[in-house]
């Protein structure tokens, strides 16, 4: 309820979305977590932005006992917030290099063991918050003047705390996903309401990864194409890396969605990702719907004129170069290393394709 809070909270999120958008490609996921935050701004800063500022009353001396307490929770917040930065994150100041250094000062369990302590206390701050919003709004209807007009806002106001409670006590069930433990102990009625709802998707888990992939190599799933099976030919992509000499490409908030998912595919088995395997028979067939999700230029993709006669793939690990790698020239932007085959040789009515189309139901 502390609007210098939220709107803290508003500036801190959409600095955290820049920076990522700046330095990685998300798609669209960074531009719907600002659009979120906007829920945190009320009309009055809103209206300030578009240039119409509402007059406020000024602030009376000496300030009321609930002006000083909120004060005081506020500048506690803003005060434990930079402790645990500096605490939780090791942040040193290196004066010989001028920089900042920080570290994680935590390990995987003591963080595990803090979510699971803090995950149910937070839905009930959540829960007090949202309460006192409806009773706001209730307050707020009782003095409307006229039967009629106050009987409609009532009527208006119910339907909205409904449904507001309602969408709060579903999106507890992927909300506390982070935590299994607090998940079990929520009122099997939620979990009930949940299950009823699920499949309209109306509210979301947050998930999070145990690590960022790319700290120890980038890992990434290389196509190659063959007509003799002894001279392979790399078939590259519009948007992930490849050719070592190519630069990122920028592409955010578009989604390809191919590339993508070949991101996901490189994290794991081939079989964790049984499209892979039809890919690969649509590019034996040459089928132009699938080579245009690849390259939209066909002129770009090796295999334009025939397609090739067997595919393989190869896992690598990307890095970025630094600015002392490379020889003398444009130095190249990744370097690279062979980690192992990610998916065999195959060919149009090869026993090994067969079999995986057969054990993934794509035949």
Known sequence: PLRRLRRFAFYCQVLLQVLIILTGNYNFFNALTIVLAFSLLDEEHVGRWLGRPKKRQGSAWPP???????????????????????????????????????????????????????????????FLSLSWEILVAV???????????????????????????????????????????????????????????????????????????????????????????????????????????????????????????????ALGHHHGSPWFTALVLRLLQGQRDVIRLLQVDESRYPFSARPPTFLRAQLFKYWFTGPSEGSPGPAPWWRR????????????????????????GLK
């Open 64 to 126: 009321s006992l609930g002006s000083v307490l909120a004060t005081l929770l506020e500048l506690s917040t803003y005060g434990l917030l930079l402790y645990w930065t500096v605490q939780y994150f090791g942040l040193e100041v290196n004066w010989d290099k001028k920089l900042l250094d920080s570290k994680v000062a935590f390990t995987y369990h003591e963080f595990m063991t803090w979510l699971r302590t803090v995950t149910l206390p937070l839905v009930g701050v959540a």
């Open 139 to 265: 307050y707020r209807c009782a003095c409307v003047r006229g039967c009629f007009w106050k009987l409609w806002a009532t009527l208006q106001g119910a339907i909205m705390a409904t449904a507001t409670v309602s969408l709060f006590a579903v999106s507890l069930v992927p909300f506390t996903y982070i935590d299994h433990e607090s998940n079990g102990k929520l009122w099997p009625g939620i979990h009930q309401m949940f299950g009823a709802v699920e499949r309209f998707q109306v509210v979301n888990s947050y998930g999070l990864f145990r690590r960022m992939t790319g700290v120890g190599g980038r890992p990434e799933v290389v196509l190659e194409g063959s007509y003799d099976g002894h001279s392979w030919t790399e078939i590259e992509f519009m948007y992930k890396p490849g050719n070592v000499s190519v630069a990122p490409a920028v592409v955010a908030p578009h989604q390809p969605r191919l590339d993508w998912q070949l991101w996901f595919a």
């Open 337 to 360: 290393q062979h980690v192992q085959e990610f998916f065999p040789t195959v060919s149009l009515g090869d026993p090994t394709l067969e079999s995986l189309l057969s054990q993934h």
